[in-house]
């Protein structure tokens, strides 16, 4: 369901808090409140603190700070996705009921072991397809007496979509992941489930997040489609790159920027907004560098490639 041209536009900013920010997620908030004023629009803030081993205690409220150092602060309280279990359980019993989720017995080294025995040994970073060994019916064998551990969703089909940044876009489900989990062995809640659950439950417009998460759209569209919500707009930022070539995260030494007075503040938005694209702004605090920053960005999004909604 393509969302109605000229629905008023809802973007967020939807942080892990499994630490600080640091510059390259400082782009991704950046963005998303830019591309919301610009549109005349609200913005939001979701804590996905759904992956609890990963989550470090206090680290949504230090997120939240840092925000409000930079000016940027959300339209409406923020959403914490631990508080949404009910509305992601939901979800998928509609999915189970449609017969697009399944149960799957299979250890992280039972799928390994399967494309082994095919001769594809695993390569550093890839994601392992997941072979569809516990799939009910055709095509699969279903739990064979083993224990349910993870649910998984059916994920099949070529997804086209357009990226504001990135133009045209396609994904072979299929091929890319295979059955995606939807619920994790461990109990926890996937991001791929809860993202669209609650994207939709906030009435998302446009999704503005950094370009290591593009390749997750597919399966959020097919998500979507399946659960009869509708699909965002999407742009994906650029990203910030460490020393050694790779996404700066908080495992290759990202630093929180210093947002300890307005002048540091302003100095990291600069750096945060040369990333998407901004010119220095010279500006006299950081209010007015926001101001100054919503102009140039409605100049840069204008430049970007012109599509119509998908059907
Ligand atoms: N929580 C995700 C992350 O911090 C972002 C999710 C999203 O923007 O869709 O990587």
């Not at 989720?101 to 072991?113: F, M, Q, S």
């Not at 997750?216 to 489609?225: D, P, S, V, W």
């Not at 742009?235 to 210093?258: E, F, I, Y």
Request: net charge neutral; hydrophobic share 45%; with cysteine.
């Amino acid at each position: 369901m393509a969302r109605a041209p000229g629905a008023a536009y809802r973007g967020r900013f939807a942080p892990s808090p499994t630490g600080p920010l640091h510059a390259g997620s400082l782009v991704a908030a950046l963005a998303s409140w830019l591309d919301a004023r610009a549109h005349g629009g609200r913005w939001l803030v979701r804590i996905e603190d759904v992956d609890t081993p990963r989550c470090l205690p206090g680290a949504a409220g230090t997120i939240l700070g840092q925000l409000a150092a930079c000016g940027l602060r959300p339209d409406e309280p923020p959403w914490y996705q631990s508080e949404r279990g009910a509305a992601y359980a939901d979800a998928l019993q509609r999915l189970r009921d449609a017969g697009l989720a399944y149960d799957c017995g299979c250890t992280r080294r039972d799928i390994e072991l399967h494309w082994l025995a095919r001769g594809q040994p695993h390569t550093a970073d890839a994601e392992r397809v997941y072979p569809g060994t516990c799939r009910p019916g055709a095509g699969g064998a279903g739990l064979q007496g083993r224990p349910a551990r993870a649910q998984r969703f059916i994920g099949e089909g070529v997804v086209h979509w357009q990226d504001r940044r990135l133009g045209a876009q396609q994904q072979d489900v299929a091929v890319a992941v295979g059955d995606f989990v939807l619920h994790r062995a461990d109990g926890l809640w996937a991001y791929q489930l809860a993202v669209v659950v609650d994207d939709a439950a906030q009435g998302i417009t446009d999704v503005v997040r950094g370009e290591d998460l593009a390749d997750n759209t597919a399966r959020q569209i097919l998500l979507q489609r399946a659960l009869g919500l509708p699909t965002p707009r999407y742009l994906h930022t650029p990203l910030v790159l460490a020393a050694d070539g790779r996404k700066l995260s908080k495992q290759n030494g990202a630093v929180p920027p210093d947002l300890s007075r307005p002048a540091a503040a302003q100095h990291a938005l600069q750096a945060a907004g040369a990333v998407l694209g901004l010119p220095p702004l010279p500006a006299a605090g950081v209010a007015e560098w926001l101001a100054q920053a919503v102009r140039a960005w409605a100049g840069i999004i204008a430049a970007f490639p012109t599509f119509s909604d998908p059907p």
